[in-house]
């Protein structure tokens, strides 16, 4: 037999050593784990039963209904003590659509945050009462690339008309 389920019915064991079949006996003398494991355990039970219970006193369900009632009549401090006490004490309210509520309320106004970012931004385009030139100029001014292109060209024909001064002398 296999010693997990020797070591659940252990407590049958302790209990009602009759009721256990002959097999999970056979199993205990050959197992020495599991005959020690039940040794512990009837140790434990008989260090149990020799513990002396501490004797109430006549007067604790008195007490202790006294203050229940106390409990109940005292006006709870502010509003969060009102919830906490009708939870605790008043009728079983269900919260699932006030939880569903707020979590709808929390999406939606997280999704319009988020679409507030996420938005693309307006682009600025030049008025129409400013003329091609300023235009051209702005648009130039936006352009670095443009620059770098004129700049390779202006070096480009510096040299060569320097090279063609040289020839021609």
Same mark, same amino acid.
């Given at each position: 037999?296999?010693?997990?389920?020797?070591?659940?019915?252990?407590?049958?064991?302790?209990?009602?050593?009759?009721?256990?079949?002959?097999? *999970? /006996?056979?199993?205990?003398?050959?197992? @020495?784990?599991? +005959?020690?494991? $039940?040794?512990?355990?009837? !140790?434990? #039970?008989?260090?149990?039963?020799?513990?002396?219970?501490?004797?109430?006193?006549?007067?604790?369900?008195?007490?202790?209904? *006294? /203050?229940?009632?106390?409990?109940?009549? @005292?006006?709870? +401090?502010?509003? $969060?003590?009102?919830?906490? !006490?009708? #939870?605790?004490?008043?009728?079983?309210?269900?919260?699932?659509?006030?939880?569903?509520?707020?979590?709808?309320?929390?999406? *939606?106004?997280?999704?319009?945050?988020?679409?507030?970012?996420? +938005?693309?931004?307006?682009?600025?385009?030049?008025?129409?009462?400013?003329?091609?030139?300023?235009?051209?100029?702005?648009?130039?001014?936006?352009?670095?690339?443009?620059?770098?292109?004129?700049?390779?060209?202006?070096?480009?024909?510096?040299?060569?008309?320097?090279?063609?001064?040289?020839?021609?002398?």
């Amino acid at each position: 037999m296999i010693c997990q389920k020797v070591r659940a019915k252990m407590p049958e064991m302790l209990l009602a050593p009759e009721g256990v079949g002959a097999e *999970a /006996r056979e199993h205990l003398k050959g197992c @020495a784990e599991c +005959a020690r494991e $039940l040794r512990e355990l009837e !140790a434990t #039970m008989a260090a149990l039963d020799a513990w002396p219970a501490p004797e109430v006193s006549p007067w604790f369900d008195g007490r202790l209904q *006294a /203050r229940l009632r106390e409990e109940r009549a @005292a006006a709870p +401090a502010g509003w $969060l003590e009102r919830v906490r !006490a009708r #939870m605790k004490f008043g009728e079983r309210v269900s919260l699932r659509p006030l939880a569903a509520a707020a979590l709808a309320l929390t999406i *939606a106004v997280g999704g319009g945050i988020y679409e507030g970012f996420t +938005a693309p931004q307006p682009v600025a385009t030049p008025t129409q009462s400013a003329s091609p030139v300023i235009r051209d100029l702005q648009s130039l001014d936006e352009n670095s690339q443009v620059f770098q292109e004129l700049n390779s060209l202006d070096q480009d024909t510096g040299s060569n008309s320097g090279a063609a001064a040289n020839n021609s002398l």
